[in-house]
């Protein structure tokens, strides 16, 4: 069984930084795609960042140039350093693998971690 542990959310100032992890556990052959998503209530989950197995980063317009997503393979581990915070920030964030175990690729996401930028 594969669980995704995140951490790192918080409450944070206007202009501040977090750094989100999700650490995949379990049997894992080899994952694929590493995402961040985040929801806030009445509204459906966004797509903030995407790092595939090669390396190759995609981000939402909105956190361009603010948020860095990254994974460190031996620890099976995706990080989403978030700088210059702003309100419109706060939401629940989630982490998203593509992880194959036995020879298929599976969905996994992880629980959610609150971010709440206020001053």
């Known amino acids: 069984q594969v669980q995704l542990v995140e951490s790192g959310g918080g409450l944070v100032q206007p202009g501040g930084s977090l750094r989100l992890s999700c650490a995949a556990t379990g049997s894992i052959l080899s994952i694929d795609d590493m995402r961040w998503y985040r929801q806030v209530p009445g509204k459906q989950r966004e797509l903030v960042a995407y790092i595939n197995s090669g390396g190759f980063t995609n981000y939402a317009d909105s956190v361009k140039g603010r948020f860095t997503i990254s994974r460190d393979n031996a620890k099976n581990t995706v990080y989403l350093q978030m700088s210059s915070l702003r309100p419109e920030d706060t939401a629940v964030y989630f982490c998203?693998?593509?992880?194959?175990?036995?020879?298929?690729?599976?969905?996994?996401w992880g629980q959610g971690t609150q971010v709440t930028v206020s001053s």
């Open positions: 998203y693998v593509n992880a194959w175990r036995s020879g298929s690729p599976y969905d996994y």
